[in-house]
């Protein structure tokens, strides 16, 4: 969670003031600060690249927006790419195929084609997504995802890595996926898996490592040398006050150079999504209605869980401030509702926060990682702005959808209009 400025009492972004960007642009609006962006990518990349060969592959499920894509691209950032979309998505923004993985799950043969014909290197998650590429090639760049059966996030549904979920080869078949691979023609290039999101503890992620380490040196006593180890995403952030960032350098440090001592492997390949955008943006909403209940004061909202769904989701902390009132002591105590016609649409549950009145700008901190990417027509209400500051300046990254474009797919049979 970061410090923003205070100036004249309202909370400046980019240094932007939040209520300038509403007055401007509306709300609600997604508002990324460049420098974070750029900042966060570095962080993560000096940690790692400082002790061994490093490739960030970016996982652009978080956020994809292309302005995002291409402040990545100018980094020097790679991609975690999970559908055809997001591939086309990190190719329009400049990505070439190579700095591009795709890891599917349940992944079609009309999709495995298109991927395919991109060029981007495979990373397969099952004996059939094998079998079936075989199928359309075999002079195609893989690797293999494993389910190291070590789990890690901040809720139940993320969490990826646990014995039995939907993802990777099981642990137990993993060697055989290799040599079927071989058998096939393929050269496999790495070993991938990745945890779950948004886990606070560096063991966990070396568990992984030992899990991946005990595999690839198996691989290795039959001839099948690995370039890269990838472990995925997941690191997470601190999204309340009191908590603390991970120890990045700790989990830099015990992975790498259990890797360099133990196998031949040359490259670590790392995933994050969430740790390099979470807190790059914040949501600005407006203050539209005040409600006392018997039981509590509701600030309404113009953003509800069909503009930023994690806390109806996960019931996930979202630290929010009142961005005209910055600087002023809290007051009350508020639970923020949004417009969604269901019980469950509460932004932020019983904050201490200044006294708030309609017209107030609320802003909504870490909105950047599965925020935008996450949001939806529920309700028929359309897609908010998205927009970009750095030094002062604002640009708009992405237009609102307007009412009529909420149409647009929808047909009525001519039978029905008789
Ligand atoms: C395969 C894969 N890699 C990377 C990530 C990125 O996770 P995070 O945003 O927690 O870093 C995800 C999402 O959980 C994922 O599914
Ligand atoms: N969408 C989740 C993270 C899942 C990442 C995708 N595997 C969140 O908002 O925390």
Redesign the pocket.
């Known amino acids: 969670m970061r410090n923003f400025e205070c100036v004249d009492n309202e909370l400046v972004i980019g240094g932007v003031k939040a209520t300038e960007i509403v007055k401007r642009y509306g709300s609600p609006v997604y508002v990324t600060d460049e420098n974070a962006v750029r900042n966060n990518y570095h962080r993560i990349y000096q940690a790692f690249s400082k002790r061994m060969p490093t490739r960030i592959?970016y996982?652009c499920?978080?956020n994809t927006n292309l302005a995002v894509l291409r402040i990545l691209e100018q980094e020097g950032s790679c991609i975690?790419a999970?559908s055809i979309g997001e591939i086309e998505a990190c190719l329009r923004s400049g990505f070439s195929p190579d700095r591009i993985l795709y890891?599917g799950v349940n992944v079609s043969n009309a999709e495995l084609k298109a991927v395919v014909s991109k060029g981007v290197p495979i990373n397969i998650d099952s004996f059939s997504e094998l079998e079936r590429l075989s199928k359309i090639t075999t002079n195609h760049t893989i690797s293999f995802?494993v389910n190291p059966e070590v789990g890690s996030?901040h809720h139940d549904k993320?969490i990826?890595g646990k014995r039995s979920t939907k993802?990777g080869i099981p642990k137990h078949q993993i060697i055989d996926a290799y040599k079927r691979a071989v058998e096939l023609g393929f050269k496999p290039s790495g070993i991938?898996a990745?945890i779950?999101?948004?886990g606070q503890k560096v063991e966990p992620f070396i568990e992984l490592i030992d899990e991946l380490i005990k595999i690839v040196q198996e691989l290795e006593t039959i001839g099948i040398d690995l370039r890269f180890i990838d472990i995925?995403?997941?690191?997470?952030i601190p999204y309340r006050l009191d908590e603390v960032e991970m120890d990045l350098d700790k989990m830099a440090e015990e992975i790498t150079s259990r890797i360099k001592s133990k196998t031949k492997v040359k490259e670590i390949i790392i995933?994050?999504?969430?740790?390099?955008?979470?807190d790059s943006t914040i949501l600005l909403a407006t203050v539209v209605d005040i409600k006392e209940t018997p039981d509590k004061m509701y600030a309404g909202i113009d953003a509800g869980f069909n503009t930023l769904i994690r806390p109806a989701m996960y019931d996930s902390y979202h630290h929010v401030a009142v961005a005209n009132k910055f600087g002023d002591k809290a007051e009350e105590t508020y639970s923020l509702g949004g417009p969604i016609c269901e019980t469950g649409d509460v932004m932020a549950k019983d904050r201490e926060l200044p006294k708030v009145e309609e017209g107030d700008i609320i802003a909504v901190y870490d909105a950047g990682?599965?925020g935008f990417t996450m949001a939806s027509n529920y309700n028929m209400r359309p897609l908010p702005r998205e927009v970009l500051v750095k030094d002062g300046e604002v640009t708009l990254i992405r237009e609102s959808e307007t009412i009529e474009e909420l149409f647009r797919h929808q047909r009525i049979p001519s039978r029905l209009m008789l």
């Open positions: 592959n996982a499920k978080s975690d999970v890891t995802r996030g993320v990826t993802f991938h990745h779950g999101s948004g995925g995403g997941g690191i997470g995933e994050p999504g969430r740790y390099i955008i979470a990682a599965y």
